[in-house]
């Protein structure tokens, strides 16, 4: 899997990373510690063993999951990607940011939970969205997975799971060939969101 085209394949899935001058400290209390490490991501998906966590301090994280390319959420914090040198079954992201606001936090959250109305789409460009259950953790939370094609044709599925602790937002965002299971969902969603909280 090529992550640049697997990326460019899910254009409701995009993001705007702006590295925050040395200067500015926006998200300020997200660390290190917010995000899992890549021992801890392999241990979710052992293909990924050797992984190489790459974390960067964002001024402003704008994630576009709209399939009329809304902007979800503007936040600041940390972002985190999972790459090894070899083909990757799976591309894990985490973004661990704070909200100006509880009340805007609750709002983007729930608006993760509005998606399987808004992006159910047939045809060429088939985009099928199911809820998922996630484990009863923080003040709120929202999961869906959806099901599009790749840029060889072949199925393309994403994995999508959200939380929030009064302002902080965690939420982590699965690329696979083959659909993840419930159990590590779960089992993701627990470790994403237990490091976020931190």
Not at 70 to 96: D, E, F, M, W
Not at 104 to 124: D, I, L, M, P
Not at 148 to 162: E, F, K, M, S
Request: charged fraction near 20%.
């Amino acid at each position: 899997m090529k992550k640049l085209l697997v990326l460019a394949a899910v254009p409701a899935l995009t993001l705007t990373l702006l590295t925050a001058p040395a200067t500015a400290v926006p998200g300020k209390k997200v660390t290190g510690k917010n995000v899992p490490t890549a021992s801890q991501i392999a241990g979710v998906f052992p293909a990924l063993k050797g992984n190489r966590a790459d974390v960067a301090r964002v001024a402003r994280l704008t994630l576009s999951i709209s399939c009329q390319w809304g902007t979800l959420y503007r936040g600041a914090g940390l972002s985190a990607g999972y790459t090894t040198r070899k083909a990757q079954p799976q591309i894990p992201v985490v973004h661990v940011t704070e909200s100006t606001s509880a009340k805007k936090a609750n709002t983007a959250v729930a608006r993760f939970g509005n998606e399987k109305k808004k992006c159910h789409r047939t045809g060429a460009d088939p985009y099928r969205v199911t809820r998922i259950s996630l484990p009863a953790l923080g003040d709120q939370r929202a999961g869906y997975s959806v099901v599009t094609r790749n840029d060889a044709g072949g199925p393309l599925h994403v994995t999508v799971i959200a939380y929030r602790k009064k302002t902080r937002i965690i939420h982590a965002t699965v690329l696979s060939d083959t659909k993840v299971s419930a159990a590590r969902t779960k089992k993701l969603a627990r470790l994403v969101y237990r490091t976020g909280v931190k």
